[in-house]
C-alpha cells in the first residue's frame, strides 16, 4: 500500500510542478508590465505598486522554493529515514502555500478593474491584461493543489510512513511472563521468571525441582525425615 500512497503523491506533486512552472513564466511577465507602469498618487500609489508586486514576487518565491525542496524532502535527504517528519513538513509547507497563493490571487483579483483601465488608456495591451487575469487565475488554482498535496498528506500519512516504522532486531524477543529468555547487550542468556527447570525423574512432575542431596521442594527435610523424629 505504501508503494501506491507514494506513486499517489509523486503524481500530484509532477501535476503541481507543471502548473507551478507555468504560473512563474506569466507572473514574471506579469510582474515586468506592472513595473513600468507609473501610478500617479504620489505614496499612496507608490504603496499600492509595491503591494501588487509583492504578491506576484512572493508568488514566484514560494513556487520555485516548494518545487525545489519538496523532492529533497520526499526522498529523504533532509530527515534521513524519519519519513513520517519528512511527510509531516510537506504537509504544513503546503497548507500555509495555499493560504499564501489565495492572498496573492485575491490581491490580484480585486485590481482587475485597474488592469482594465490600463488596457483601455492603451497603457497595456490586450495580451497585457489576459496576462495579468492569467496571473491570478492560477494562483487560485495553485491554492487548490497545495490544498490537494496537503490532504493527500494528511490521509495517507500512516500508508507512507509505514515502512519506516521501528524493527528490532533479529533474534531478538521481548521479555515477558512465560517467554523463554532474553539476550543482553553481552550476549549472555538472562533468566526468566518463573523458572522454567524440568522436574526431576520421579519427582512428581513438580516444576519446583528437588535439590541434590534428597531435599524436598522446598530444600528442607522429606517425608521419611520427618516420621523418624
Known amino acids: 500500500m505504501e508503494i501506491?500512497?507514494?506513486?499517489?503523491?509523486?503524481?500530484?506533486?509532477?501535476?503541481?510542478?507543471?502548473?507551478?512552472?507555468?504560473?512563474?513564466?506569466?507572473?514574471?511577465?506579469?510582474?515586468?508590465?506592472?513595473?513600468?507602469?507609473?501610478?500617479?498618487?504620489?505614496?499612496?500609489a507608490d504603496l499600492f505598486k509595491s503591494g501588487l508586486m509583492a504578491s506576484v514576487v512572493m508568488g514566484i518565491i514560494v513556487v520555485i522554493i516548494f518545487i525545489a525542496m519538496s523532492p529533497v524532502v520526499m526522498l529523504g535527504r533532509v530527515f534521513g529515514k524519519a519519513m513520517s517528519m519528512a511527510y509531516g513538513v510537506m504537509l504544513g509547507i503546503s497548507f500555509q502555500a495555499s493560504?499564501?497563493?489565495?492572498?496573492?490571487?485575491?490581491?490580484?483579483?480585486?485590481?482587475?478593474?485597474?488592469?482594465?483601465?490600463?488596457?483601455?488608456?492603451?497603457?497595456w495591451s490586450k495580451s497585457d491584461y489576459d496576462t495579468y487575469v492569467a496571473t491570478f487565475s492560477f494562483s487560485y488554482i495553485l491554492t487548490g493543489t497545495f490544498m490537494i498535496l496537503c490532504f493527500t498528506l494528511f490521509f495517507m500519512r500512516n500508508k507512507l510512513s509505514r515502512d519506516q516504522d521501528y524493527k528490532p532486531n533479529a533474534g531478538s524477543t521481548k521479555p515477558g511472563v512465560g517467554s523463554a529468555s532474553t539476550t543482553d547487550p553481552a550476549g549472555q542468556q538472562e533468566p526468566t521468571w518463573p523458572p522454567t527447570n524440568p522436574a526431576p525423574a520421579?519427582?512428581?512432575?513438580?516444576?519446583?525441582?528437588?535439590?541434590?542431596?534428597?531435599?524436598?521442594?522446598?530444600?528442607?527435610?522429606?517425608k521419611r525425615d520427618i516420621d523418624e523424629v
Open 202 to 222: 520421579g519427582g512428581g512432575g513438580n516444576s519446583w525441582a528437588a535439590t541434590a542431596g534428597g531435599g524436598g521442594a522446598w530444600g528442607g527435610a522429606s
Open 99 to 123: 493560504l499564501f497563493m489565495l492572498l496573492a490571487g485575491l490581491v490580484l483579483h480585486a485590481s482587475e478593474d485597474l488592469a482594465g483601465n490600463l488596457q483601455s488608456s492603451n497603457i
Open 4 to 44: 501506491l500512497a507514494k506513486a499517489v503523491v509523486w503524481s500530484l506533486w509532477g501535476l503541481h510542478a507543471a502548473i507551478s512552472i507555468v504560473y512563474i513564466a506569466i507572473a514574471i511577465v506579469t510582474a515586468e508590465n506592472i513595473d513600468r507602469v507609473n501610478f500617479l498618487g504620489g505614496v499612496s
